[in-house]
């Protein structure tokens, strides 16, 4: 029989809620502890149509910044965006919503989630908040294709909810074909394997491509799976028979023993940059993404050359305790925008220079600091000091690792 995503549990959508929520955890995410959201809007109509419901006060989370707030999801405008980040690092669950004054009760929701900068995610839930438990109940669950507009039927009964996309041009899954003579991957046919990782029941639809981000271990049980599912209507075979040659299941029916260790692909390296005003010096650009315990080599004096979003988990040995780095460089006409939670990408604590424990524990910035570098400065005749105030925090630049500076303290 095939397998099928567990019942979710919990009241019907008959029932009203004044809090609702569409929820994702880090295991789905694109970029590790960062979501960015469009636009989140809610339905009293089944087909996510009529009047948008939106009178409530936005609530989320965690957000990166004072401009990047929940209500930024609210506002009709895709241009502008929600910076979620995880409520805390234990379960480091991510959630945007909305709480309204008298309960509602919503069958549908729509979303728009931003991959442009790898801030989407492949998984999500509707939620509402039960005020008797004191509880979020599921009331909808479905697999996100990265960046998609999406609208979540919440049924009437419980269950999945189908997982249409309304979207010009959102891509759909075709069916797949049946293996051929030629040892080829159909990187646009879908392979479906259901997953328990992290003790949670789902189902996963993704095309072949997505193996190369497998970990090997990962690849292989995946690669050994044999049964078939069906999503909107479509069955889709197991990846040793669509993804074969990443599988290594070509000629005939396959091998009758797990698949062999796939071959990881082989990295790429940096592309090398030039600055706008040296055409014969070549810089090799950083690395994004994950950057735990990595040094910097880029020196390009343009910051646009560092554009991207970075993440580092690491040590405090003094607290023996984990911390998290988030930083993001941004990149417009005139300037560059440097958003930091002032958390290094090295460990911190135990062993500092002069031996001695650090006064206070490190913990991240409450509100991540954002600061503005223009793109072309200009050297004037006077020099202007930043007068140190006291009790505050005087800024004078940011580190390739996301730290802030303060030369005066």
């Not at 990846?239 to 990443?246: F, G, M, S, T």
């Not at 140190?388 to 802030?404: A, H, P």
């Amino acid at each position: 029989a095939t397998p099928t995503r567990p019942p979710v549990e919990g009241p019907t959508s008959s029932d009203g809620y004044r809090k609702w929520r569409l929820w994702t955890q880090n295991e789905y995410l694109e970029t590790p502890k960062m979501w960015g959201l469009k636009e989140l809007e809610f339905y009293r109509d089944s087909e996510c149509s009529g009047t948008i419901i939106n009178n409530g006060t936005p609530i989320d989370s965690k957000h990166a910044t004072s401009t990047t707030g929940p209500e930024e999801a609210f506002d009709g405008d895709e241009n502008t965006k929600w910076g979620g980040r995880p409520e805390n690092d234990v379960d480091l669950e991510i959630w945007i919503g909305m709480e309204f004054e008298n309960p509602e009760k919503f069958l549908c929701a729509s979303f728009a989630d931003d991959n442009v900068k790898g801030k989407s995610t492949r998984f999500v839930k509707i939620q509402a908040y039960n005020d008797n438990s004191g509880a979020w109940v599921d009331m909808a669950a479905a697999d996100h294709i990265l960046g998609a507009r999406q609208d979540i039927s919440i049924k009437s009964g419980p269950g999945p909810a189908p997982t249409p996309t309304r979207s010009p041009g959102t891509p759909t899954r075709p069916p797949v074909k049946g293996p051929t003579s030629e040892c080829v991957d159909n990187d646009t046919g879908i392979y479906f394997y259901h997953s328990s990782f992290g003790g949670k029941e789902r189902d996963v639809f993704e095309d072949c491509t997505k193996l190369d981000e497998k970990p090997d271990r990962q690849k292989i049980e995946i690669c050994k799976w044999t049964e078939s599912g069906v999503d909107d209507g479509v069955t889709h075979g197991p990846a040793k028979e669509v993804c074969r040659k990443r599988c290594g299941t070509c000629g005939g029916s396959g091998p009758t023993g797990p698949a062999p260790t796939p071959t990881p692909p082989t990295p790429t390296p940096p592309t090398a940059s030039k600055a706008p005003n040296n055409s014969k010096e070549e810089y090799v650009r950083n690395k994004t993404g994950d950057i735990s315990y990595h040094k910097m080599k880029n020196r390009n004096p343009d910051c646009s050359d560092y554009v991207g979003a970075y993440s580092a988990v690491v040590d405090d040995k003094q607290e023996n305790t984990k911390l998290t780095m988030n930083f993001e460089i941004s990149a417009e006409t005139t300037k560059c925008v440097f958003t930091s939670n002032n958390i290094p990408n090295h460990d911190v604590g135990g062993s500092t220079t002069n031996g001695k424990d650090f006064n206070d524990p490190v913990l991240p910035n409450k509100d991540d600091y954002v600061l503005n570098v223009p793109r072309n400065p200009i050297k004037t005749n006077n020099a202007e000091y930043i007068e140190k105030i006291g009790g505050k925090l005087t800024l004078n630049g940011i580190l390739l690792n996301g730290v802030d500076m303060d030369t005066d303290s």
